[in-house]
Each structure stands twice: as C-alpha cells, then as structure tokens.
C-alpha cells in the first residue's frame, strides 16, 4: 500500500542571479513498511526534501500525499496537526527540550496535541529504548545515545504514518550508530512503520530496501536491494 507520493516537486530559494533551485522535479512514491535510504554530496537537496516531506517547509510547486492528506492544501493548524500525528522527526542533533525529562521529551508531541499519553505505548518504547532507568533524567544527563534513543521514542508516541530521519547517527559513534540503525530497523520490520533516512554513511544506506540517489536538486538513482531484511 502506498503511504507517501511526492510528485513534481520543487523548491527554488531566492530571485533572478542570486535563485537557487534545491529540488527540481522530484517525483517518487514510498510504501507503507518501506525502509529508503536517501542519499548524495551535501547541497544536493536531501535535508531539503525531508523537510518538505515532513510539513516543516513549504514546495514552490509539486505535491505531497501522505497517508491519503494532501500535505499542502491544508491550513496552518491543519498543517501543524499533521506534522504531529503523521510525521515523526528524528534530527542529528536530537532537538530535545534542555528542561524537560525523559519521559516529558518523548510525551510532548502528544500532549501538543491534547491528547492523552497512551502509558502502554509508553512504557514499550522506554523498555525497547533501554531508558526504563533514566525516566526522570534531563537531556544534558544523558550520553549521547541515550539522548538519540529520546528523540526515537518522541518521534514513535503518536505512531506515525511516516518517520524520517536527518543523518540520525552523525553525532554518535560506531558503537552507538549500530544500536540505533538497529532500533529504527526494529520498528521498520516489527511494526512497518515506514522509515525514511537522509545518511552519507554507505553502510547505513545499504542496509535499507532502497536508495535514492539526489544529486542538484534531482533523483538520479532509485535502486532496490534485494535481500536488505535479512
């Protein structure tokens, strides 16, 4: 089943000499449980496409359908609505809020939405996480990580359609970027939840079921790997 379909998209910063065209005409489809890889040289247009995809910048022209929504015909608060209940960010940075705990950070975009905590699916994540012992700690208590395997659980409370991540083990070491490709790789297979990954690591790539290559703003490689599940 299709869950995302990005079609002509582009997106051009700037006017007359000084435009930059960061997507041109990018079009593609991803289905629900797919693991992508999306790679290419940094200013090719990778963290640019995420964010489009993620509701967090707006296209020049092209559409964005995800989970059957047409990302930008909606509103402002619809829009804001969707960013919290159908996409699930994962930065290199982490993003987590310096004041608030664990359990406070990987809680809060449900409780941006006014909803209640679905505790099961809370206390799951802390316990596939390894952060049952660390509920009540503050980010700059955390390693590094610890402060990743957060910003997996924030990103997986509200169950999204789609989770997409921006070089999600860039600041970790090797140690830590195998256990946290092993975690999104965990809720890819177990749960399908379908995983989107900007990386300029190979090796993380080739462990998706498929690569798109960008380069200048456009897709030049879609390549499936057989066998990556195994």
Avoid: C, W
Avoid at 113 to 132: F, N
Avoid at 139 to 160: E, F, W
Avoid at 180 to 200: A, G, R, S, W
């Amino acid at each position: 089943m299709e869950i995302l379909k990005i079609d002509h998209l582009s997106k051009v910063y700037g006017e007359g000499e000084n435009q930059v065209r960061a997507l041109d005409d990018v079009s593609f489809s991803v289905e629900k449980g797919e693991f992508v890889a999306i790679i290419g040289p940094s200013g090719s247009g990778k963290s640019t496409l995420l964010h489009i995809l993620g509701g967090v910048d707006q296209p020049t022209s092209g559409t964005v359908v995800m989970d059957g929504q047409d990302v930008y015909t909606q509103n402002e608060e619809a829009l804001a609505v969707f960013r919290r209940r159908k996409v699930g960010l994962i930065y290199q940075f982490y993003n987590l809020i310096p004041v608030l705990d664990v359990v406070e950070n990987m809680s809060l975009p449900v409780l941006m939405d006014s909803r209640e905590v679905d505790q099961a699916r809370l206390q799951e994540l802390l316990d596939t996480l390894g952060l049952k012992d660390r509920i009540h700690n503050l980010p700059n208590q955390l390693s590094g990580g610890q402060q990743q395997r957060v910003s997996i659980g924030r990103a997986l409370m509200n169950a999204p359609a789609v989770v997409l991540a921006d070089e999600p083990t860039g600041n970790l070491d090797s140690k830590n970027s195998r256990e946290i490709m092993e975690l999104l790789k965990f809720y890819n297979q177990k749960y399908e939840q379908t995983l989107i990954v900007i990386t300029h690591d190979e090796s993380i790539a080739r462990q998706a079921d498929r690569i798109l290559t960008i380069e200048d703003g456009r897709i030049v490689r879609d390549e499936k790997l057989g066998g990556s599940r195994e």
